[in-house]
């Protein structure tokens, strides 16, 4: 699955002390388009792809998915939404909750590519 960063929240990158990134698809509600990353693809997102030991990438950085939420997939297939975090998983996590490898905070910018694969 692929797909554009196509807005950032005037908040979105503040959340590097908590070490999260909210992603959203174009139907993001209102209300939480200034502290999401925006991101269209021209195909359906695929949920299934949300598991542990797939990759996660902005551009050319490679990101090991280590811990998915109960309701990640479902998400992202409906919305386009997870939680992305930088850091090790808490012993319960959210629901909607992507845990990542390495724990380096991403660049991120207009029209750059995420992929998971």
Same mark, same amino acid.
């Given at each position: 699955?692929?797909?554009?960063? =196509? &807005?950032?929240?005037?908040?979105?990158? &503040?959340?590097?002390?908590? +070490?999260?990134?909210?992603?959203?698809? /174009?139907?993001?509600?209102?209300?939480? +388009?200034?502290?999401?990353?925006?991101?269209?693809?021209?195909?359906?997102?695929?949920? =299934?792809? @949300? &598991?542990?030991?797939?990759?996660? @990438?902005?551009?050319? &950085?490679?990101?090991?998915? =280590? @811990?998915?939420? =109960?309701?990640?997939?479902?998400?992202?297939?409906?919305?386009?939404?997870?939680?992305?975090?930088?850091?090790? /998983?808490?012993?319960?996590? @959210? /629901?909607?909750a992507v845990y990542v490898q390495p724990y380096r905070w991403p660049k991120l910018e207009l029209g750059m590519t995420i992929e998971i694969r």
């Open positions: 699955m692929k797909s554009i960063v =196509t &807005q950032i929240g005037e908040m979105a990158l &503040q959340f590097e002390d908590e +070490r999260v990134i909210v992603f959203f698809g /174009p139907k993001a509600p209102k209300e939480l +388009r200034d502290i999401s990353i925006i991101h269209e693809s021209e195909v359906a997102f695929d949920g =299934t792809l @949300l &598991q542990p030991n797939h990759h996660l @990438l902005f551009g050319d &950085q490679v990101y090991n998915i =280590t @811990l998915v939420g =109960t309701e990640a997939a479902s998400n992202f297939a409906e919305l386009g939404h997870i939680s992305v975090y930088f850091s090790e /998983p808490p012993v319960e996590i @959210l /629901p909607g």
